[in-house]
T-cell receptor, first 112, second 113 residues
């Protein structure tokens, strides 16, 4: 099956700095790569996703890049704010109706 | 529009007891999923249902059974609970065609003593 590895496990940044979280996957058949944000005690919520026919996607301060050859994708958050503090999970899948494989999470702390 | 709902929110079981976790969605989604979340382990898929009438094992199915009762409801059963099943359980659903986004329920915190 698919194996998703996520780094780092914890990340602290100063407010206003950028944060980058990286994931690798093993199954070249995976074609959908979402990122979820989970605040303490809450449910995971999708913040951005990318499909394998696209190399980069941006939504305001958040961007995701995908390198299919290297089987690697990354989340970039610019101009970080204290409310960005949360646990972030990457995942890989062949899409709805198939299994989703999640990384082990990155705990991001934004220091005011 | 309630989205994905789960009951109960909290549960404490003794080893060997059984229980069923309930999940329902009102978004007319085809696919539904059950995950467990343990510290440092991320979300691990227990079972999923690609569409009404089908169920498949995920990464960690041992000790669990599921039922896709209809398009709205997907239940998870623990027949004989063990301390290793202490976890937070999340149900999720997704639409098959336009978007792959998974919508999660609020979770059930289960403790087995």
């Amino acid at each position: 099956g698919e194996n998703v590895e996520q780094h780092p496990s914890t990340l602290s940044v100063q407010e206003g700095d950028s944060a980058v979280i990286k994931c690798t996957y093993s199954d070249s058949a995976s074609n959908y790569f979402p990122w979820y944000k989970q605040e303490l005690g809450k449910r995971p919520q999708l913040i951005i996703d990318i499909r394998s026919n696209v190399g980069e996607k941006k939504d305001q301060r958040i961007a995701v890049t995908l390198n299919k050859t290297a089987k690697h994708f990354s989340l970039h958050i610019t101009e970080t704010q204290p409310e960005d503090s949360a646990v972030y999970f990457c995942a890989a899948s062949m899409g709805t109706g198939n299994q989703f494989y999640f990384g082990t999470g990155t705990s991001l702390t934004v220091i005011p | 529009n309630a989205g994905v709902t789960q009951t109960p929110k909290f549960q404490v079981l003794k080893t060997g007891q059984s229980m069923t976790l309930q999940c329902a969605q009102d978004m007319n989604h085809n696919s539904m999923y059950w995950y467990r979340q343990d510290p440092g382990m991320g979300l691990r898929l227990i079972y999923y249902s690609a569409s009404e009438g089908t169920t498949d094992k995920g990464e960690v199915p041992n000790g669990y059974n599921v039922s896709r009762l209809n398009k709205r409801e997907f239940s998870l059963r623990l027949e004989s609970a063990a301390p290793s099943q202490t976890s937070v359980y999340f149900c999720a659903s997704s639409e098959a065609d336009r978007s792959y986004e998974q919508y999660f329920g609020p979770g059930t915190r289960l403790t087995v003593t």
